[in-house]
């Protein structure tokens, strides 16, 4: 459901408190405060949401429209080197990686940083799925620059670091 997902969003990205203008405490832990992710979503199935590419914002707790075109399922799918599962997902989140928030803080550590951090997103997104009954599944395996496309990111500056598929477990 779109509350389902809403939960799952502020479980993974959610602001808690903006301390200042984009220095802001969310739900999940990051090196320094300094937030380097992006959520973007494929969304399959889910009530009242068309199917199709989002991003989510954070600050409005909101999705922005990206691709609603058919077929996003199948080139989302693609990207992710053909795992069918993401075709099947109710949503797969995909997190874009802005190095440059960590990096001007912490130099080349940065790099070692983000990597942590996307692992806390994750791990939360398993925490919140598992509280409402869904199963998780994280993504590694994709095609950086079909990401970048798809997303219309630079892949460069801004780019897909990690991917999980969410949806009902059933039984």
Not at 7 to 19: A, D, E, F
Not at 30 to 50: C, M, P, Q, W
């Amino acid at each position: 459901t779109l509350e389902e997902l809403a939960y799952l969003l502020w479980s993974t990205q959610g602001i808690v408190q903006v301390v200042e203008p984009y220095y802001t405490l969310r739900t999940v832990p990051s090196a320094g405060g300094r937030h380097a992710f992006e959520t973007y979503l494929l969304i399959n199935r889910v009530t009242g949401v068309k199917p199709g590419i989002y991003r989510y914002l954070a600050f409005s707790h909101r999705l922005l429209e990206i691709d609603t075109r058919p077929g996003g399922a199948d080139r989302v799918m693609a990207a992710c080197l053909g795992q069918a599962f993401v075709r099947a997902s109710a949503v797969t989140f995909l997190w874009s990686c802005i190095v440059y928030r960590m990096a001007w803080r912490y130099a080349e550590r940065a790099w070692r940083l983000v990597h942590l951090d996307a692992g806390h997103v994750c791990q939360n997104l398993y925490l919140a799925g598992e509280q409402i009954g869904c199963g998780t599944c994280a993504i590694g395996a994709f095609d950086d620059q079909m990401m970048a496309d798809l997303l219309g990111i630079d892949g460069v500056e801004e780019f897909i670091m990690y991917c999980a598929a969410v949806g009902k477990k059933t039984g």
